[in-house]
């Protein structure tokens, strides 16, 4: 089974603009504790860690960049690009998003606040933890 789970956001566009609302527990599988976005990103990839606890869904409402997601077994990927789908990450999960376009912004709703102890940085420690 695929790592990538794409939820179909709730979308209430019309022939004036989109628009997507997103209720806590509602639309997403978690309570929203946190919601944080990346932007004006360099072409520098980012991620490179696993949470021992956190869920997040994340939206990429403009440009496109690449996420790859590994749970010690396999990998998967997807190119992000749709402000109507939110991809959901579970937790031990490594994740990794490469090629960012310069217009990309990412939106994550997260699961719970910051927590530098719920980090894996070190891919050798994750897999030690999923083994
Ligand atoms: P990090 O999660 O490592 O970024 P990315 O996975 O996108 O590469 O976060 C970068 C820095 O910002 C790191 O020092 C932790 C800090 N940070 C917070 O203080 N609060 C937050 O909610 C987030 C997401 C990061």
């Not at 089974?1 to 997103?22: C, E, F, T, V, Y």
């Not at 997807?78 to 960012?100: A, C, D, K, Y």
């Not at 699961?111 to 891919?123: C, L």
């Amino acid at each position: 089974m695929s790592l990538i789970k794409l939820i179909n956001l709730p979308n209430l566009s019309d022939d004036r603009g989109g628009l997507i609302a997103i209720e806590s527990d509602q639309s997403i599988p978690f309570e929203i504790k946190r919601v944080y976005y990346i932007f004006n990103t360099a072409n520098k990839p980012r991620g490179f860690h696993a949470h021992k606890d956190l869920k997040q869904l994340v939206i990429c409402i403009h440009g496109q960049c690449r996420f790859v997601l590994d749970n010690g077994i396999k990998k998967d990927e997807i190119i992000l690009n749709s402000p109507i789908q939110g991809l959901v990450i579970e937790s031990m999960t490594w994740r990794e998003i490469h090629e960012f376009s310069e217009d990309c912004i990412l939106l994550v709703l997260a699961s719970e606040y910051y927590d530098e102890s719920d980090y894996i940085r070190d891919y050798d420690e994750f897999l030690e933890f999923v083994k």
